[in-house]
Nanobody, 117 residues
């Protein structure tokens, strides 16, 4: 079945930069929507950024201008570049993927922790 593995999390000072990666394997559908979500302690999970197989992107208002999403089609790897990090960006970050017609994300990674302090 589809597998997603996140990496690149860690601790950084405010204003710093981190680049996360999400390696997707065994995804055989022709189209997709891939996204990153985060969940801070005591808060609900929120969408951060998403990218479709046609290259269109969507960003949460809280990260616009600071986060950039890109993908490597050959490897189906998703890279959110996060800059100007703030303490409020501290959370567990998860990548997820769904087919074009699905209404919810079907496949999820285990998450990677990002701490800004």
């Amino acid at each position: 079945h589809v597998q997603l593995v996140e990496s690149g999390g860690g601790s950084v000072e405010p204003g710093g930069t981190l680049r996360l990666s999400c390696d997707v394997s065994r995804y055989t559908y022709s189209g997709y929507c891939m996204g990153w979500f985060r969940q801070a302690a005591g808060k609900e999970r929120e969408g951060v950024v998403a990218i479709d197989s046609d290259g269109s992107t969507r960003y949460a208002d809280s990260v616009k201008g600071r986060f950039t999403i890109s993908k490597d089609n050959a490897k189906v790897t998703l890279y959110p570049q996060m800059s100007s990090l703030k303490p409020e960006d501290t959370a567990m970050y998860y990548c997820a993927v769904r087919t074009v017609l699905a209404k919810t994300y079907q496949y999820w990674g285990q998450g990677t922790q990002v701490t800004v302090s």
